[in-house]
């Protein structure tokens, strides 16, 4: 097992100067002004996304949204990191990482609008919907990677969890199996420093990375603001598991900028000092001084990263404000993956339930919202 990490892994600082890191350089030498401009681009549309749908919440059009602004690097850094036959197991605030899986942009909001019980179909894109159930995505995420390996598939699951979820037992139970029997599973903890008005001191007196070595695993601290040494420290780990080295630990300490939810108000138990610090370390800035630093910034490509988020921005926008209204019996598909008599004891009942409510009856007559 690698020695035990002392400080976060970082190749980039805030203000754009590379760090000499031959070990972790070495993980992303392949990552030329192109895709480092692709880095970037990815990070402002996924950012972008978030402020429209943030705002759609604030008009009316989503029931709830939670925010990832300042999580950009960490989610766009480990989702590249990834092949494409990987599974991704993810909480409620991945945006960057489906739409970097190839979520379309469209199906992002469903879920959040109470139209459907999802949002996209996973399994085009190897990427579950958001789980609504803190830390239970551990487990889902260990199972499979479990399962794989007994089938004799060479990938890699990876789980993204907050250091909220760290602090729940499904989590330390994946990560007890996970170690027990060698699934090649990823878990990367974004610890922001807030689970909902909990400071992160609350969940863990040590770095939380440091948990992974009583699992008997790796566990390696990160700069979750720096996009390039997120897509080394995952690379590192996603090769470990599809060579059947066994589970790894990433901790990216990074922020959330913004509330946990848009129900939430992070003014009541934050200070704007700490906030203003934060803002310094940038993860979109940091790139775009990198670029410049290395003569690889212009504004005909910033402008042409703008139209593209803008564009992005409008398909949620209006796949969101068109999508149509569920009808009432669609509340029962999708339940199992196979027919259930509870289920179709339940949907009939209901059937019979509507048929017989005139109310019901006679507001879909006027045309109103199922």
């Known amino acids: 097992m690698p020695g035990k990490s002392t400080y976060p892994v970082q190749l980039v600082q805030p203000d754009g100067h590379r760090v000499l890191d031959p070990e972790h350089a070495a993980l992303v030498a392949d990552i030329g002004p192109e895709q480092l401009r692709g880095l970037y681009e990815d990070m402002v549309i996924a ?74 179909d996973p399994h085009p894109v190897r990427m579950t919907n958001p789980n609504i159930v803190v830390g239970s995505q551990g487990l889902h995420a260990t199972g499979y990677a479990f399962a794989a390996h007994l089938d004799g598939a060479d990938i890699a699951t990876i789980v993204y969890f907050g250091d909220g979820a760290s602090s729940q037992g499904d989590i330390a139970e994946a990560l007890g199996f996970a170690a027990s029997w060698s699934a090649p599973v990823v878990f990367f903890c974004q610890n922001n420093h807030w689970a909902i008005s909990e400071p992160v001191r609350v969940q863990s007196a040590t770095p939380i990375a440091h948990r992974a070595y009583g699992y008997g695993m790796p566990g390696t601290q990160v700069d979750g603001n720096d996009v390039l040494a997120v897509l080394a420290v995952t690379r590192q780990a996603v090769a470990r598991a599809r060579s059947g080295g066994g589970p790894s630990f990433i901790e990216a300490l990074t922020y959330r900028m913004g509330p946990h939810t848009t129900a939430d108000d992070p003014t009541r138990y934050r200070s704007a000092a700490e906030l203003e610090q934060w803002a310094r370390r940038d993860p979109i800035d940091r790139i775009r001084l990198l670029l410049e630093r290395e003569g690889q910034w212009d504004e005909e490509f910033a402008q042409r990263v703008a139209a593209h988020s803008d564009e992005v921005a409008l398909m949620v926008r209006t796949a969101t404000i068109e999508m149509p209204d569920p009808t009432p019996m669609e509340l029962f598909d999708h339940v199992y993956t196979t027919p259930h008599p509870l289920i179709t004891t339940q949907r009939k009942a209901y059937a019979e339930y509507l048929a017989g409510d005139p109310g019901w009856s006679s507001a879909r007559s006027k045309g109103a919202p199922g």
């Open 47 to 120: 950012r972008r996304i978030d402020t429209e749908a943030t705002a759609l919440q604030r008009q009316g059009e989503l029931g709830l949204w939670a925010p990832l602004l300042g999580q950009e690097a960490a989610q766009v850094g480990s989702a590249h990191a990834l092949h494409p036959d990987d599974y991704v197991f993810s909480d409620y605030r991945e945006t960057a990482v489906a739409y970097c899986r190839g979520v379309p942009p469209a199906d992002l909001t469903r879920l959040w609008r109470g139209a459907a019980h999802y949002c996209w």
